[in-house]
């Protein structure tokens, strides 16, 4: 088994990571892996956020993918703001159902 160490020396203020959780309905969610990839990811990264790796679960209930940021945990919260208020935000998911219907979103940090 492999033990990890008690703390890693990470500098945070260079990249910081959020992990975002939702709870989906399993009906829609190859529909929503395929919009995320096709108009949220580029939309991101187009402002500086890096799509690290998504996960969906084997009953497609559940979708948790870590994105990350070069900078400050404050100025990642300051691009999340401005992407969440953005015109650009709002017409890409404009008219889409509602995939989602329960989100955990939180900072995170690297241990391995």
Do not use: C, H, N
């Not at 008690?6 to 399993?26: G, K, N």
């Not at 402002?47 to 945990?73: A, N």
């Not at 401005?82 to 940090?109: C, L, N």
């Amino acid at each position: 088994m492999t033990v990890l160490p008690e703390m890693i020396a990470t500098d945070t203020s260079e990249r910081t990571t959020w992990m975002r959780r939702y709870t989906l309905e399993p009906s829609l969610a190859d529909q929503f892996v395929q919009f995320l990839s096709q108009e949220v990811f580029p939309a991101r990264e187009g402002r500086g956020f890096t799509i690290e790796s998504v996960w969906l679960d084997s009953d497609k209930s559940q979708l948790t993918w870590f994105v990350s940021r070069l900078g400050s945990s404050a100025e990642f919260a300051e691009a999340e703001q401005a992407w969440e208020d953005s015109e650009e935000r709002a017409e890409i998911f404009a008219g889409k159902p509602q995939f989602v219907t329960g989100k955990d979103v939180r900072e995170v940090i690297r241990l391995r």
